[in-house]
């Protein structure tokens, strides 16, 4: 069946911009993670939905970023006034657990940002 | 609080040569482990884990990794390097009673020179 995918692959946008990042997890798949993968700084959470419940902000690094998941299904993560130091690989994963610390993610093949 | 350091953020091996990947992570509950790859351009897939039953681990594409609580280690090996090996892979660690969100390392990019 159908991974999870993602689109765009590449985003450039300018400095000060907003972008929209979108995720389309494994079809009943309940919980879904935003990453953020840095060169060399290995994958940095963003947020966590799990079902209908409120989603685990903790990892978002500023007020500039949010997301927001429809219909328990597709991601939007979206990045407001976009700095230089969001340039970064945007990473989406679904599971089909109920969020248990065993769970395997499956990821998608990411949306490389660039903010000139 | 949970985390993870991979040693060496590059390792080079010839063809046929033995792979290690190491991986130390620290925990206050017991951990759940992972290794990811994660191949050019592409999204990271499972190799193996560990959720507390067997403490020697298999995964795919000829890779094991042993879970040693005294060392806080986890490591991955592979007897037999092949070309196609050549990624990056990332260790992860998520406990029970913890976090049910993995931690992730920085990754160690795997080079298999012929």
């Known amino acids: 069946g159908a991974g999870v995918s993602q689109s765009p692959s590449n985003k450039v946008t300018e400095k000060g911009k907003d972008v929209e990042l979108r995720c389309d997890p494994i079809?009943?798949?309940?919980?879904l993670y935003w990453y953020r993968q840095s060169l060399g700084q290995g994958l940095e959470f963003l947020i966590y939905?799990?079902?209908?419940?409120?989603?685990?902000k903790s990892g978002l690094p500023s007020d500039r970023f949010s997301a927001e998941r429809t219909g328990g299904s597709v991601s939007t993560l979206t990045i407001q006034r976009t700095q230089q130091e969001d340039s970064a690989v945007y990473l989406c994963?679904?599971?089909?657990?109920?969020?248990?610390?065993?769970?395997?993610?499956?990821f998608g093949p990411g949306t490389r940002l660039t903010v000139l | 609080a949970q985390s993870v350091t991979q040693l060496g953020s590059h390792v080079s091996v010839s063809e046929g040569a033995l792979v290690l990947l190491r991986c130390n992570y620290s925990?206050?509950?017991?951990?759940?482990l992972f290794w990811y790859v994660q191949y050019p351009n592409q999204g990271l897939q499972l190799l193996l884990k560990?959720?507390?039953?067997?403490?020697l681990v298999k995964g795919i594409n000829g890779f094991e990794a042993e879970f040693k609580k005294s060392e806080t280690s986890f490591h991955l090996t592979k007897p037999s390097a092949h070309m196609s090996d050549a990624a990056e892979y990332f260790c992860?660690?998520?406990?029970?009673?913890?976090?049910?969100?993995?931690?992730f390392g920085r990754g160690t990019s795997l080079i298999v020179h012929p």
């Open positions: 560990y959720t507390s039953a067997a403490t």
């Open positions: 925990s206050s509950v017991p951990p759940y």
């Open positions: 939905f799990q079902g209908n419940s409120a989603p685990d």
């Open positions: 994963a679904s599971s089909g657990d109920r969020g248990s610390p065993t769970d395997t993610q499956y």
């Open positions: 079809s009943g798949h309940t919980a």
């Open positions: 992860a660690v998520s406990s029970a009673g913890g976090s049910y969100i993995p931690t």
